[in-house]
Each structure stands twice: as structure tokens, then as C-alpha cells.
């Protein structure tokens, strides 16, 4: 009896803490799956293994918070099929406002079993189903008139919108004691509980992607792949004319990796592809040749031409202008002064000290109006020299200061 008594608490213990928790009990919780942004591959594949893991873990129900204005991948009708027929009762709701269903979601948000949206929401343009995929026109159903244009939530709207819910909490009350048809069988919802003098929802766990799965989402965002595309490159060049392999090339590497997968699933303009990669181009010419000048400002206009019109697939995917106008103003702000700054500090400097050099005697390389370029001790250095100096090639100077990495000379 002494031994079975510890063996018996023992047991006890295994069991309590083995246990389900309330929540985790069949009936016992709703899953809330949140997905936003352009559907890829890897996202829809969430979606579904959510969906299935919530009819595996006894959820209630499963609630799929959407807000999508496109779909990037042809995998979408094995989707659409799984909700139409889930493994346990199953909402699609658009939402919170301003959220969007278009394209494929918009098909998504048709094939649920139960559909609700928030008011403010905009759901329509649902062809193409994938952006950049060629139309099929939609000749019955909910999205028949639909194809080509978009509206907005005001209230249940026949075949795409029966409940208008402004967040997950009202739309956990309307769905209380509905019943929805599971695979032949009638099931009714509870999804409230007393609570003191009212009721509460039941316990709600929310799910989203991995950090991996948004990243890859945030790169099929026409902006963001536009700005690593651009940026990525910007950075490359700074590596390569000011540091040396380093930290800044790793930076590079990744943007252009990020880039490259959005690039790779958007519906894009070749040509404007093309121009981002000219603007480049312009921008490093002209910094190679020491200022800011025709070049310059030619590489700028084409890379916000490039930004505004890099994807077909308007009206689903649209560029912001003002995000494009950023991006655009920052690379050409960082040719202009950032890369130019550290190269001339870089190259400008062949000794860690330069006060020494004051009194010391040279010549001139090159033309100054005002700036140019002296040879002292064997070096060459920028330099700056009054606009009256009049100094060209082969002139005697005399180092009469030091600014940073730039000597500021005389006539000698």
C-alpha cells in the first residue's frame, strides 16, 4: 500500500497535466485564420493546413479574417474547393474595413459555407482570378456582375455577403445559433457562453503565417519589390566603389534575393523592368564622373516611371505614387550624397593623418573651379582653392588648410 499510493499520485499528475485544456476540447474554441495581402503559393497553403488543422484539433469553427486585393498563384481553385466543402464549419469574413476581396479572394470569400465582411469593405473585380492571368468571364454565380468592378460593404449583399460584422466579436454573436450544412451533416453554432449577467464569446485563438511565409508576402507587394529591386542595387554599387566586400554586400544579396522572388510570381512590364535597371545605370554614371548632373536627374524620371507602370494588373495591383515618389527621391539621394560622401573619404585619404600637411608645397592635377585635384608628397588629394586662384594642371599650390579630407590650397 505504501508503494501504490506515490505511484497513484504520480498518475495523477500525468494525467492533469496530459489533459486537454477547456479551450483545446472539441467544441471548446474558434480558430481565427488572418491572411492579408497578395495570395502566393505559400499563403494559400496556410490557409488550407490551417483549416484542416482545425477540424484535426476540435475546433468549433474556423474563421478566415481575409484581406486580399490579389492572387498570385493558379493553386487558388484546390482552395476554393476545400471551403466550399470543410471539414467543419467554416466562415470567410472581409474584414476589419478597409479591408479588400479581390480577384481570387473574392472567389474565396463566394465558395464559403457562411460569408460576412465588415461594412466599408470592398469586394469585387473578380477576373482575373490570378493577376496577370488571361480574363474568364463569369457566366453565373454571385461575382457575374462583378467581374470588372468592385463595391462597397453596406449591407448583406445576395450570394457574397450575409452577415455585416465590423469586427470578429460582433460576428462571433451573429453567428450564434446558426446552423450550417458540414459534409451532409446539420450542425449548430455556439459560439457564445454565459458570462455573469450577459454572455462572452468562447475562447478565440488566432493564427497567421510564419515569419517566412510574410516575408515572402511582403516581397509580392509591387512597392516592396520595387524597392529592394532598386535599392538593392544602389547598395551593390556603394559596395563596390566604397567599402570592399563587407557587410553592405550581404545587404545587397538579400534585398535582391526578396526582390527577385516578388518579381518572379507579379505580372510585370518588361520595359519597366528594363528602365529600373537603366536608372541604375544613369545614376552610377554620373556618379562616377563626380557629380550630380543630366544623368542624375535622367535615372531618377526613369526610375519613378519605372515604379509607377512595373506591373499589369491594374486594378487589382496599383502602385501608391507617393511610395514610389519616396523610393525614387531616396536612391537618388543616396547616389547624390551618401555613396559620393564615404567614397571621397575612402579614397581621398592614403594617410590616417593630414595636418601634417599644412605648408607643404605641390602641384595641381587637374583644373580648379573651385575644386580639384594636387599631388603632395607623392599623393593625390581633393582639393578646394578660391574661385581667383586661377589654378590649372601643373601649378605650384601651397596647403594652407585641412576640411575633413579635402586641403584647402593656395597659389604657391
Same mark, same amino acid.
Request: charged residues 15%; without cysteine; negative net charge.
Given at each position: 500500500?505504501?508503494?501504490?499510493?506515490?505511484?497513484?499520485?504520480?498518475?495523477?499528475?500525468?494525467?492533469?497535466?496530459?489533459?486537454?485544456?477547456?479551450?483545446?476540447?472539441?467544441?471548446?474554441?474558434?480558430?481565427?485564420?488572418?491572411?492579408?495581402?497578395?495570395?502566393?503559393?505559400?499563403?494559400?497553403?496556410?490557409?488550407?493546413?490551417?483549416?484542416?488543422?482545425?477540424?484535426?484539433?476540435?475546433?468549433?469553427?474556423?474563421?478566415?479574417?481575409?484581406?486580399?486585393?490579389?492572387?498570385?498563384?493558379?493553386?487558388?481553385?484546390?482552395?476554393?474547393?476545400?471551403?466550399?466543402?470543410?471539414?467543419?464549419?467554416?466562415?470567410?469574413?472581409?474584414?476589419?474595413?478597409?479591408?479588400?476581396?479581390?480577384?481570387?479572394?473574392?472567389?474565396?470569400?463566394?465558395?464559403?459555407?457562411?460569408?460576412?465582411?465588415?461594412?466599408?469593405?470592398?469586394?469585387?473585380?473578380?477576373?482575373?482570378?490570378?493577376?496577370?492571368?488571361?480574363?474568364?468571364?463569369?457566366?453565373?454565380?454571385?461575382?457575374?456582375?462583378?467581374?470588372?468592378?468592385?463595391?462597397?460593404?453596406?449591407?448583406?449583399?445576395?450570394?457574397?455577403?450575409?452577415?455585416?460584422?465590423?469586427?470578429?466579436?460582433?460576428?462571433?454573436?451573429?453567428?450564434?445559433?446558426?446552423?450550417?450544412?458540414?459534409?451532409?451533416?446539420?450542425?449548430?453554432?455556439?459560439?457564445?457562453?454565459?458570462?455573469?449577467?450577459?454572455?462572452?464569446?468562447? #475562447?478565440?485563438?488566432?493564427?497567421?503565417?510564419?515569419?517566412?511565409?510574410?516575408?515572402?508576402? /511582403?516581397?509580392?507587394?509591387?512597392?516592396?519589390?520595387?524597392?529592394?529591386?532598386?535599392?538593392?542595387?544602389?547598395?551593390?554599387?556603394? #559596395?563596390?566603389?566604397?567599402?570592399?566586400?563587407?557587410?553592405?554586400?550581404?545587404?545587397?544579396?538579400?534585398?535582391?534575393?526578396?526582390?527577385?522572388?516578388?518579381?518572379?510570381?507579379?505580372?510585370?512590364?518588361?520595359?519597366?523592368?528594363?528602365?529600373?535597371?537603366?536608372?541604375?545605370?544613369?545614376?552610377?554614371?554620373?556618379?562616377?564622373?563626380?557629380? =550630380?548632373?543630366?544623368?542624375?536627374?535622367?535615372?531618377? /524620371?526613369?526610375?519613378?516611371?519605372?515604379?509607377?507602370?512595373?506591373?499589369?494588373?491594374?486594378?487589382?495591383?496599383?502602385?501608391?505614387?507617393?511610395?514610389?515618389?519616396?523610393?525614387?527621391?531616396?536612391?537618388?539621394?543616396?547616389?547624390?550624397?551618401?555613396?559620393?560622401?564615404?567614397?571621397?573619404?575612402?579614397?581621398?585619404?592614403?594617410?590616417?593623418?593630414?595636418?601634417?600637411?599644412?605648408?607643404?608645397?605641390?602641384?595641381?592635377?587637374?583644373?580648379?573651379?573651385?575644386?580639384?585635384?594636387?599631388?603632395? #608628397?607623392?599623393?593625390?588629394?581633393?582639393?578646394?582653392?578660391?574661385?581667383? =586662384?586661377?589654378?590649372?594642371?601643373?601649378?605650384?599650390?601651397?596647403?594652407?588648410?585641412?576640411?575633413?579630407?579635402? /586641403? #584647402?590650397?593656395?597659389?604657391?
Amino acid at each position: 500500500m505504501a508503494r501504490i499510493i506515490p505511484l497513484l499520485l504520480i498518475a495523477s499528475v500525468v494525467l492533469v497535466l496530459g489533459s486537454p485544456a477547456i479551450g483545446d476540447e472539441p467544441g471548446g474554441h474558434i480558430e481565427i485564420i488572418e491572411i492579408s495581402g497578395n495570395l502566393d503559393r505559400p499563403a494559400l497553403d496556410f490557409v488550407s493546413d490551417r483549416v484542416e488543422a482545425a477540424a484535426r484539433g476540435g475546433a468549433t469553427a474556423a474563421i478566415i479574417q481575409l484581406d486580399s486585393r490579389a492572387t498570385l498563384s493558379g493553386g487558388l481553385p484546390q482552395l476554393a474547393a476545400r471551403i466550399a466543402d470543410p471539414p467543419l464549419p467554416l466562415v470567410v469574413w472581409v474584414g476589419p474595413a478597409p479591408a479588400s476581396a479581390f480577384g481570387g479572394a473574392a472567389h474565396l470569400l463566394a465558395a464559403a459555407p457562411i460569408k460576412a465582411a465588415a461594412p466599408g469593405a470592398r469586394i469585387g473585380y473578380a477576373q482575373p482570378v490570378v493577376a496577370g492571368a488571361p480574363h474568364h468571364p463569369v457566366r453565373s454565380g454571385p461575382l457575374e456582375g462583378f467581374a470588372g468592378s468592385a463595391f462597397t460593404v453596406a449591407e448583406p449583399t445576395e450570394g457574397l455577403v450575409e452577415i455585416v460584422a465590423p469586427s470578429i466579436s460582433n460576428l462571433m454573436v451573429e453567428l450564434d445559433g446558426r446552423t450550417v450544412d458540414v459534409r451532409g451533416e446539420l450542425v449548430t453554432l455556439r459560439t457564445v457562453r454565459p458570462a455573469g449577467d450577459g454572455s462572452a464569446a468562447i #475562447e478565440t485563438v488566432f493564427y497567421e503565417p510564419s515569419i517566412g511565409v510574410r516575408l515572402l508576402q /511582403l516581397a509580392t507587394g509591387v512597392e516592396a519589390a520595387f524597392f529592394f529591386l532598386v535599392a538593392g542595387l544602389a547598395v551593390a554599387v556603394f #559596395e563596390f566603389y566604397a567599402l570592399g566586400p563587407g557587410i553592405a554586400a550581404g545587404v545587397a544579396a538579400f534585398m535582391l534575393l526578396i526582390s527577385g522572388y516578388g518579381l518572379s510570381v507579379l505580372p510585370l512590364r518588361g520595359w519597366a523592368v528594363g528602365l529600373a535597371l537603366a536608372a541604375i545605370w544613369f545614376l552610377t554614371a554620373d556618379f562616377q564622373r563626380g557629380r =550630380a548632373g543630366p544623368l542624375t536627374a535622367l535615372g531618377a /524620371l526613369a526610375m519613378l516611371v519605372s515604379g509607377l507602370y512595373l506591373t499589369d494588373a491594374a486594378p487589382q495591383i496599383r502602385p501608391s505614387w507617393w511610395i514610389v515618389t519616396v523610393i525614387t527621391v531616396s536612391v537618388t539621394a543616396f547616389y547624390v550624397i551618401g555613396i559620393r560622401t564615404v567614397a571621397r573619404a575612402r579614397f581621398s585619404t592614403p594617410t590616417m593623418g593630414r595636418r601634417h600637411l599644412i605648408g607643404r608645397s605641390g602641384l595641381a592635377v587637374t583644373r580648379f573651379d573651385p575644386d580639384g585635384v594636387v599631388e603632395v #608628397e607623392g599623393a593625390r588629394w581633393q582639393a578646394t582653392a578660391h574661385r581667383e =586662384a586661377d589654378l590649372g594642371p601643373g601649378d605650384p599650390v601651397v596647403v594652407r588648410g585641412v576640411d575633413g579630407p579635402i /586641403l #584647402e590650397v593656395d597659389p604657391a
